[in-house]
Every structure is written in C-alpha cells, then in structure tokens.
C-alpha cells in the first residue's frame, strides 16, 4: 500500500506540472533560473530567448509607436510579447514593420497592425536578434535566417535599435563565430561568390553557396546567400563592409555595423544590457 500511494503521488506531481500553461518570462525576473524545495534549475536557450524578447518590448516599446519587427528565433518572442500587450490593452496605437515574410505572417496572427516603411518611414524602435555580438563595438553578424536585406532596411531607419540574444551570441570580434552572409543575385552566382571570396578585406575565407535541400537557398527577395566562413576575426569589418558592396552582384552583406543601440543578454547570471 505505501508503495502504491507514493506511484499515485509521483504521478500527481507529473500531471501537476504537465498541466503548467504559464509563460515563462516574469518582467522582474533577475536570473534565467528558479528555486524550488532547493533545487535549482536552468534556464533553457528557448526560455533565455524569451526573457529578453519580452524585456525589449516591456522597456523600449511604449504606445504610439511605429516598431520594426526583427526575425528569427529570439525575435519571436518580442513580436509575440507586442500582440500580448495589444490584446490587453496595455500598449494602444501600435504600428509594425515586419522584416519578413514569415514575422509579417505571425504578427497577423497575433493581430499587430502592419504597414511599410512606404508610408511609415521612421521608426521608433526596431528590436531584433543577432547570430554573433562582438563584446566591444556591438558589431553584428545577421543573416542566418536568410532576412538580413530586409532587416537592414527597415533597422537602419529606426531611431532605437534594440539588440536581443542569449549569451552563446556574444563573441571577441566577428568572423569566426558565425559565417557572415552576403545576399546575391542569381545571376551568374558562382563568378559573384568567387568575387566575394578574393576581397582583400576578406582574405582568408571561405564563401559557400547557401543550400535548401539539393537546390540554392532562395530568400524572400528572390536572391541567394553566400555564407563566408573565417577562422580568425575580420581586421577591418568597416573596410570589408564597403568592399563587399562595391562587388557587382552583391545585395547586402549581414554586417550591422554602428547601428546597436542597446544590447540585452541573458546569461546564466540573469539579464545585462550593453551600450555602446
């Protein structure tokens, strides 16, 4: 009998926390991580994500706003945290730009009103991720999503641009972190790669063809990627960026350069933010 009791109790708990709907992120959260009965538990990369996802739109988004809607995973959750705070009523008279086809497609879910930089060109706040953060110039690597031209557009424009990542983005330098992407036009791709890959600036790397499957990847542009894989950190990211735009061919590269203006991290010790 002691035994059944304590396999219906087990039991219980497991149901107990199954049926836990809650969100994760608390807006006075100090640390990715809770005490229960001494134990204490990590935060996942998905919760770290949220937490500074919401804490972007809690801090920098205020009513009567025009914000641009960055992509990707990290990205998400602030889109996601705008249409909670529209629905309740806490944040009125909001106005989105999304950065892709896929954030414009979840943020008519959530019922985010959208229009275009056609008609909005400034923007208020723009919150977005990054692939890599360099620790002393804010420099970033974007792209891995395949929306970097989009972004770049709509980013440059904002008077706020508000960086969003976990820890494992942050780096000494761009480059080796994560492969920085350049968008292309389809024609003549391979003469354009190889162009992009003997810039003296970006001597050294390595640029690959992006692929989805047997076929090139295909970004909501209608241009390919070519992602420049480094084994030491760019000298000059500045002279790389200019060289990169003067190749025939080239769209935009995923160098987001002088355009940080707050950084939030989560960490294993909570959240910071960095300025520049």
């Not at 790397?205 to 084994?231: E, W």
């Amino acid at each position: 009998m002691q035994l059944q009791a304590f396999t219906l109790a087990l039991l219980g708990c497991a149901a107990g926390s199954l049926a836990f709907t809650g969100p994760v992120y608390h807006s006075r959260l100090s640390a990715p991580w809770a005490r229960s009965s001494g134990m204490r538990m990590m935060a996942t990369q998905d919760e770290l994500k949220q937490q500074v996802g919401y804490k972007a739109v809690d801090d920098y988004v205020k009513s009567g706003m025009v914000v641009g809607l960055g992509t990707g995973s990290t990205a998400a959750f602030a889109v996601e945290r705008l249409g909670q705070l529209l629905k309740d009523g806490t944040l009125k008279d909001i106005i989105a730009i999304p950065t892709s086809i896929r954030t414009k497609e979840q943020a008519e879910g959530l019922g985010i009103p959208l229009t275009t930089l056609d008609s909005h060109p400034n923007i208020d706040v723009a919150i977005d991720g990054a692939d890599t953060v360099d620790n002393a110039t804010l420099a970033l690597v974007k792209g891995g999503g395949g929306a970097l031209l989009r972004e770049k557009i709509v980013e440059v424009q904002a008077k706020e641009f508000i960086v969003i990542v976990d820890e494992s983005k942050m780096a000494d330098g761009v480059g080796p972190h994560f492969d920085l992407p350049v968008e292309i036009i389809q024609f003549c791709h391979e003469h354009i790669r190889r162009e992009v890959e003997n810039l003296p600036s970006l001597k050294g790397c390595k640029a690959v063809l992006r692929m989805s499957g047997d076929k090139p990847y295909v970004t909501d542009n209608a241009n390919y990627i070519v992602d420049c894989k480094f084994d030491t950190p760019i000298k000059d990211p500045v002279q790389a960026g200019a060289e990169l735009l003067n190749v025939v061919g080239v769209v935009e590269h995923g160098l987001f350069l002088g355009m940080t203006t707050a950084c939030i991290i989560a960490g294993k010790d909570g959240i910071s933010v960095k300025t520049p």
